[in-house]
């Protein structure tokens, strides 16, 4: 990833959490690191006042109130900037405005869910019997 | 007291292709930003999904041609919105389930998860999957009808629910939790405001 390097001390309960989020989000401890102190530097000063009390004085119950409230806000934007750019790329594109009333999309969403039901029960699955397991010493019989 | 809302992938679907086709305002938009903001006319709402609904989403999307990005986006945002809505309910993985007569697979796993999650309240674009009839064989009760005749909207009862499941299209759903107009009688009444439950409680005149 390009970029400058930064160095800090971190909170020994802060640094377990980003091994666990570069673990879990397959990314490097940097990389993790900087994406999520990406979300600190937005804030306004006073912001960054306010998350340190809290941080510092909040306890659990307070950082999990935070934490509710911030998901929460990420997932609303996440859908308006993601309606935006559908909106945006269709247009750009000239694709997919084919006309039809509201019940012709949601008659549309019906057969396209239906569709790909029957797409994956048309996948044999595989029979029992060969599905390797494991003994109960380790390792596969 | 919390709403918990179950929106049928069809339902998600719906909104994204709207979107796709410039529409800015759908029915389904209004639900699904209902289950973002986490809040209706009627009060807080909690989102019931479950990781398979999450899965379908993503892969219908992916088929309909829209960028894998951001069908994942979609994916994310809303298990991100349910994970940590009003109750902080993560999705559901239901186990067993599979009693309730539906011809469809899908359909029943949808039920499944929406009478596992508790929801008041569980919205479709297939009515006609969930009524009695051909494709269904559940026991509910056909509250109303749209004014082509389809039901557009079921109660289900069940031992897990003092009021029930009830079953709406997307259409009737938006009229009461985005429009404010009163449900049937005997629909959603818990959340009404009184005075709606006292005008519905009123004896009805007959047709």
Same mark, same amino acid.
């Given at each position: ?44 000063? /006073?912001?960054? $006042? ?7 004085? +909040? *306890? =659990? @119950? ?5 934490? #509710? &409230? ?17 909106? /945006?790329?269709? $247009? ?7 006309? +039809? *009333? =509201? @019940? ?5 969403? #019906? &057969? ?30 | ?207």
């Amino acid at each position: 990833m390009a970029g400058t390097t930064v160095s800090f001390i971190a909170d020994p309960k802060l640094a377990a959490r980003i091994k666990e989020i570069a673990r879990s989000d397959g990314v490097t401890q940097s990389q993790a690191a900087a994406r999520a102190s990406a979300l600190g530097a937005m804030l306004s000063p /006073a912001a960054r $006042r306010t998350l340190r009390f809290v941080v510092e004085e +909040g *306890g =659990e @119950e307070a950082q999990r109130q935070l934490e #509710v &409230a911030l998901a929460k806000a990420i997932a609303q934007v996440g859908n308006s900037v993601l309606e935006r750019r559908l909106l /945006a790329r269709d $247009r750009g594109a000239g694709a997919a405005g084919d006309g +039809g *009333g =509201e @019940e012709d999309d949601t008659r549309r969403a #019906v &057969a396209a869910v239906a569709e790909y039901r029957r797409a994956i029960a048309a996948i044999p699955s595989e029979p029992v019997s060969d599905v390797e397991t494991a003994s109960p010493g380790g390792g596969a019989d | 007291m919390v709403l918990r809302l179950a929106l049928d992938v069809n339902v998600w679907v719906n909104h994204y292709l709207s979107l796709s086709k410039w529409r800015e305002r759908s029915a389904a938009r209004d639900l699904v930003h209902i289950a973002f903001n986490g809040h209706c006319r009627l009060g807080p709402v909690q989102l019931i999904i479950s990781h398979a609904m999450l899965d379908t989403l993503q892969e219908v999307l992916v088929r309909l041609e829209m960028p894998e990005r951001f069908a994942e986006a979609a994916r994310d945002a809303v298990e991100a919105s349910a994970t940590l809505g009003i109750l902080g309910d993560a999705p559901y993985a239901v186990l067993g389930g599979g009693v309730q007569p539906f011809l469809d697979p899908e359909d029943r796993a949808v039920f499944d998860m929406a009478v596992a999650g508790g929801a008041h309240l569980l919205v479709t674009n297939n009515m006609a999957d969930f009524t009695p009839g051909p494709r269904s064989d559940v026991d509910a009760e056909v509250m109303r009808r749209d004014p082509e005749g389809q039901p557009d909207t079921l109660l289900f009862k069940h031992p897990g629910s003092r009021d029930g499941l009830i079953i709406g299209s997307v259409f009737a759903a938006r009229s009461w939790l985005h429009d404010g107009e009163p449900p049937p009688p005997g629909v959603i009444d818990q959340f009404l405001p009184r005075d709606f439950r006292d005008a519905n409680e009123q004896p009805r005149r007959p047709p």
